[in-house]
Every structure is written in C-alpha cells, then in structure tokens.
C-alpha cells in the first residue's frame, strides 16, 4: 500500500520561499496523478497544485505564479516549491494521490513576521 509523508513546512517571513516535499513508498508518481492541498486554521481543505502522471502540472489562481510543483527524477518526490509566501499560505499542506485515497498527515507551514 502507497504510503506518503510530507516534510519541509516551517515558519517564515513573508516574502520568503519553502520547499516542500511529498516522499512515497514507491515509485508511484510516474503511475498517478498526485496533489497538493493545504487546510487552514477553521476553513476547508483546499486544492493549491496538482501534477498528472506525464507531469502536467495545475495551480490554483491563489498559488499560479507562486507555487512550482515537481517531481525527482526517479517518481518517488514530489516537491512544491513556494516563493513570495504571504501570512494567507499559512495551512497545514497535505499531499495525497486521489485514486488511491491516500493522504499523507501533513506538514505545517506558517509565514509571519
């Protein structure tokens, strides 16, 4: 079973840039399309990035510019690289691959000054 878990969330400054990664099991991520998603504080989990398993990535309007999602060479990594961040990108960010339901248990990122 494909497992996922998440590292590199932390607290920054806005303006500042973090790179998260999502580190499978298994290389999978040459087989499905993966996700990014974040929760904040007392809002719903929201989609921020996707990358399809050709590598065809999406971004939500809120991240597009922002936010860079990619993969290692060998399937096993997803990154989304973050830049510019601002206090609104403070969530827990979360990874997940749709078709398998499976979810890592978040990394928490939070920009302030």
């Known amino acids: 079973q494909a497992q996922l878990v998440e590292s590199g969330g932390g607290l920054v400054q806005p303006g500042g840039s973090l790179r998260l990664s999502c580190a499978a099991n298994?290389?999978?991520?040459?087989?499905?399309?993966m996700e990014w998603h974040r929760q904040a504080p007392g809002k719903e989990r929201e989609l921020v990035a996707s990358?399809?398993?050709?590598?065809?990535?999406f971004y939500s309007s809120s991240v597009k510019y922002r936010f860079t999602i990619s993969k290692n060479d060998n399937a096993t990594t997803v990154y989304l690289q973050m830049s510019n961040l601002k206090p609104e990108d403070t969530a827990i960010y979360y990874c997940?691959?749709?078709?398998?339901?499976?979810w890592g248990k978040g990394t928490q990122v939070t920009v302030s000054s």
């Open positions: 298994e290389r999978i991520f040459y087989i499905y399309h």
């Open positions: 990358v399809t398993a050709g590598g065809i990535p």
């Open positions: 997940t691959i749709p078709s398998l339901h499976t």
